[in-house]
């Protein structure tokens, strides 16, 4: 095995045993769920009630910036459209190629169906593209992209992140679940 699929390997077995699995039988109630006032998440275009909104189409993703402090809860939509477009697809689209992903344009999913067939696509380029780096571009920075830390760095980045992100959206959903002390049960 290669070192870039070894560090491939490490997140794909996340992927896969933890994380993909949980996401199964995700439904919309649960994907928009807020579970505090305030919460930060993807909504209909002019319904955001915060600072700033982004996105093109008929859904945007609530935002400020500067970030405020403490910063707030976000829905399960707006974490995995965090992952899809900013821990993955600007590196998808700097490093391995195809269409430039930007916050500010992205077409946010407006379904939880929606959401998880984006995070797949993305999840796939990028797998698939950290697979196929040899040594020296991970030892290298980037030739393209704003990056300019060794590419190993970069993925074992992205790999935290998605990691870190994840285990949001896995309690998000753990809490939705329980809501009102019981369980509450996954529709498909």
Same mark, same amino acid.
Do not use: K
């Given at each position: 095995? %290669?070192?870039?699929?070894? #560090? ?6 996340? &992927? ?24 930060? @998440?993807?909504? =209909?275009?002019?319904?955001?009630? *915060? ?5 093109? !189409? ?6 400020? @910036?500067?970030?405020?402090?403490? +910063?707030?809860?976000? %829905?399960?939509? &707006?974490?995995? *459209? ?22 500010? %344009?992205?077409?946010? *999913?407006?379904? +939880? +169906?929606? *959401? $998880?067939?984006?995070?797949? /696509?993305?999840? !796939? ?8 780096? @040899? ?7 980037? =030739?393209?992209?704003? /990056? ?5 760095? #970069? ?6 992140? $998605?990691?870190?992100? !994840?285990?949001?959206?896995?309690? $998000?959903?753990?809490?939705?679940? &329980? ?10």
């Amino acid at each position: 095995m %290669t070192r870039s699929e070894r #560090i491939a390997d490490q997140l794909d077995r996340y &992927w896969h045993r933890n994380l993909r699995p949980r996401l199964h039988g995700l439904t919309d109630e649960e994907y928009f769920w807020e579970p505090v006032r305030d919460c930060w @998440s993807i909504r =209909p275009r002019g319904a955001s009630a *915060a600072p700033m909104s982004a996105g093109s !189409g008929e859904w945007a993703m609530d935002f400020a @910036s500067p970030d405020p402090v403490p +910063a707030p809860v976000t %829905t399960i939509a &707006w974490r995995l *459209a965090h992952i899809v477009v900013s821990c993955l697809g600007y590196r998808v689209g700097w490093h391995f190629g195809g269409r430039d992903v930007d916050y500010r %344009t992205f077409a946010y *999913a407006g379904t +939880a +169906a929606e *959401a $998880l067939e984006q995070v797949d /696509e993305m999840y !796939g380029r990028w797998n698939a593209g950290v697979r196929e780096l @040899s040594d020296v571009d991970l030892e290298n920075p980037p =030739p393209a992209g704003p /990056e300019r830390f060794p590419m190993e760095g #970069i993925v074992l980045h992205v790999n935290r992140e $998605l990691i870190h992100h !994840g285990a949001e959206i896995s309690l $998000l959903r753990d809490l939705y679940r &329980w809501q009102d002390g019981g369980p509450v049960p996954h529709r498909t």
